[in-house]
């Protein structure tokens, strides 16, 4: 396979542009760490964690807009986290989700002559011969490739039943730069890890491990090609979803084939009304057919983004009269045509995501549990996961998530966002504590779960703004416990035998529990105070550590005056209270 052009990523440049890459991503991570520690681990520590708060959305904007020139400057997997950045709603703020929205329409295009020399070289004949037209202006650039309208060789297009066409050809020398990347994003991986805010909530290496993964997976366009395949035979019986067809003969791991489904950008309102179609209605379709995908098949699209989904109108057959007889399938078609007329079709399947069976039934769980407005549930479900670890005390968090869907449960977006933030505030500082005391974690596998449901409520969010998507949850989670009640014998004889045991080992516990009081050995534990004390401890620790510093520094320095000597040695002294005002208890026993 000949090299990718000079022009691109030349022999002779290749090592010192990719080493100038890799310096800059890691010039901008360690700043960026460097500024939020100060701010967000040591002001606080000092006692200055108002002037933390005040500053934080400006620092989170001026972070976000120097990311978007990096990543618009550099391309490659910049751009993908830049992506998953601007989906993260739930846990990144508005300032950089909001900065980031539009980052992949920005990606510039490669001049058509050098994706021409790529495709002629992967698919070993002139794009003449291949095709008998290529628009030399793509219809999108992305960040790993582009795509160019193209119309089938005759022969190509009879054996393939199609004409128009999609030629999606990788940029040359992506695979170096997806390398580059990779290796520092690795690096900035490690860093986290050592960094135990982020450490004990998620394991950064394995997430990084897990963004390399599919990156490399959506370099392969034969892999794509595979998973459009899968994907389409899942959806095979349904009428709502169209996939497009693969040109096998006209692909290779760097260039893609695909049959040109081009329609109405799922999130184009005036497009759609135009065709008769309501937003509204498309929006609890989509948000069924992403549903089906995480919790019945198990095999979803990760990168449901507005331009990865087309709504394409269906126009009923002509001679199509109610009470015509005629073959059943056709009938049926006929009928899904009438009750929804239009499908949504899916394209780019370069970021796939697969539920392994265990994991499904934990969403499933926490789907029902959370349709259900039952926080214990929610809380057992996050344990199924890994989302939460078996061993933490949870009643705290029952507790709140049962108060939290007593005051909010069931409300859209549009109305949270009229309720009094005073409300939210009182919330946090109610429930913070028990949150951030709790050993979260994110299995490895969630990155994409939540970047598809990230960017399905936002699509749906932006069809109807007033969609809730409770509205699409609820008879979803009762489907699934129409579902799940096959299983009921089974659960209600395991959950007997479960009382069973308990019933039997009751008297001994009893036993046990009065002996322990009998002898003082009866302890009982309040979290909330220990952690309170304990806070109060160390609080006091350090405001001595901080008093001592200021006296022995004043006093170096009246010393100084007399003895230069002496009154230097106390100054330098009196740095040490002071590295114990501020990193006290930084190694000592976490708050639970």
Known sequence: MPAAPTTVIGTASRAPDTRKRYRRILRFAGWNLAVTWFFELLLPRIGLTRIAERTRPKRMQRFARRFHVLAVELGGLMI????????????????????????????????????????????????????TWVDETPVAAASLGQAHRARLAPADAADTGLDAVMLKVQRPGIDAIVEVDLAALRRVGRWLSHVRLVSDRVDAPALVEEFAATSLEEIDYLHEAANSVRFADDFAADARVGVPQVVWERSTRRVLTLEDVTAIKITDADALRAAGIDPADVAPVFAAVMFDQLF????????????????????????????????????????????????????DFGMMGTVPAN????????????????????????????????????????????????????????ELREVDPREFRDFGVEFGHVVRSLPFQLPENFLLIIRAMSLTSGVCSALDPSFNLWNSVEPYAQ????????????????????????????????????????????????????????RLERTARRLISGVLFGAVFIAGAIVRADDAVFGTVLMIVSVLPLLHALFAGRTGPRDR
């Open 479 to 534: 489907q699934l416990i129409r579902e799940e009640r096959g299983n009921l014998a089974q659960d209600l004889g395991r959950q007997a035998l479960e009382n069973l045991q308990l019933a039997w080992r009751l008297p001994k516990r009893l036993d046990d529990l009065v002996t322990r009081a009998e002898e003082g050995r009866l302890v009982v534990s309040n979290p909330a105070l220990e952690r309170r004390v304990g």
């Open 296 to 347: 019945t098949n198990g095999f979803f699209h990760a990168d449901p983004h507005p331009g990865n989904i087309f709504v394409t109108p269906l126009a009923p057959p002509a001679d199509a009269r109610p009470g015509d007889p005629g073959d059943l399938d056709d009938a049926s078609e006929t009928d899904a045509a009438v009750a929804h007329p239009w499908r949504l079709t899916f394209i």
């Open 359 to 414: 994991t499904r039934s934990g969403l499933r769980k926490m789907l029902i549990a959370a349709a259900s407005r039952d926080g214990k549930g929610l809380v057992a479900a996050a344990q199924d996961l890994g989302v939460l670890l078996p061993s933490a005390e949870t009643s705290e968090l029952e507790r709140a998530l049962t108060q939290l869907f007593a005051r909010f449960g069931g409300m859209g977006f549009a």
């Open 80 to 131: 993908k986290v830049g992506q998953f950045m601007s989906s993260r709603l739930d846990v990144l703020p508005p300032e950089i989700t909001k900065e980031l929205e539009g980052l992949q329409d920005e990606v510039p295009p490669v001049p058509f002559e050098l994706i021409k020399q790529l495709a002629e070289a992967e698919l070993g004949l002139p794009l003449w011969r291949a095709f």
